[in-house]
T-cell receptor, first 110, second 112 residues
Framework: GQQVMQIPQYQHVQEGEDFTTYCNSS?????IQWYKQRPGGHPVFLIQ?????EVKKQKRLTFQFGEAKKNSSLHITATQTTDVGTYFC??????????FGQGTRLTINP | DAGVIQSPRHEVTEMGQEVTLRCKPI?????LFWYRQTMMRGLELLIY????????DSGMPEDRFSAKMPNASFSTLKIQPSEPRDSAVYFC??????????FGEGSRLTVL
């Protein structure tokens, strides 16, 4: 079945530095979703990308979907302590089955 | 607006006991998902329902696990008998037309 691999598994940055997490698949994806989970919390839906080459922004967050629809990235500019958490990508396997990547855990040194 | 509501938030039980986790999805959402999260295995999809009908239960670990959705506003995940390896956070999520999943706060299960 469809699997998505996320890298890196962990990332520690200084506050103010940028952060990027990558999501890769060996097969073409119909869409990709991104979620954020704060420590001790639950995953929260951030965004969905559908089109090849799509780029969407949410304030300091930039989401990209690759031209071949096999990879995606989430970039945070000038991280803040509120960005701490685990970022997951998720892809559809079939019509509705959403499979999550392993996540990238972001920690920030204030 | 009320989000996805799960109960109990925490459950500590002894091996062999029956565990029932409950979920109320967001009103109007037509799909409901049960996920399990552990450090080792991450977020695993156990089962999902569409319009109250189970569509894919291939993620249910074994026959000890069962899930029901008797109506559009309620679902249960039951483990009988429970084992220590079932210890995890169990999340329920609902969605409408694949436009993102809305998760509940989870039920943290500890089986001693």
């Amino acid at each position: 079945g469809q699997q998505v691999m996320q890298i890196p598994q962990y990332q520690h940055v200084q506050e103010g530095e940028d952060f990027t997490t990558y999501c890769n698949s060996s097969t073409t994806l119909s869409n990709i979703q991104w979620y954020k989970q704060r420590p001790g919390g639950h995953p929260v839906f951030l965004i969905q990308l559908v089109k090849s080459g799509e780029v969407k922004k949410q304030k300091r967050l930039t989401f990209q979907f690759g031209e071949a629809k096999k990879n995606s990235s989430l970039h945070i500019t000038a991280t803040q302590t509120t960005d701490v958490g685990t970022y997951f990508c998720a892809a559809l396997q079939g019509a509705q089955k959403l499979v999550f990547g392993q996540g990238t855990r972001l920690t920030i040194n204030p | 607006d009320a989000g996805v509501i799960q109960s109990p938030r925490h459950e500590v039980t002894e091996m062999g006991q029956e565990v029932t986790l409950r979920c109320k999805p967001i009103s109007g959402h037509n799909s409901l998902f049960w996920y399990r999260q552990t450090m080792m295995r991450g977020l695993e999809l156990l089962i999902y329902f569409n319009n109250n009908v189970p569509i894919d239960d291939s993620g249910m670990p074994e026959d000890r696990f069962s899930a029901k959705m008797p109506n559009a506003s309620f679902s249960t995940l039951k483990i009988q008998p429970s084992e220590p390896r079932d210890s995890a956070v169990y999340f329920c999520a609902s969605s409408l037309a694949n436009n993102g999943l809305f998760f509940g706060e989870g039920s943290r299960l500890t089986v001693l």
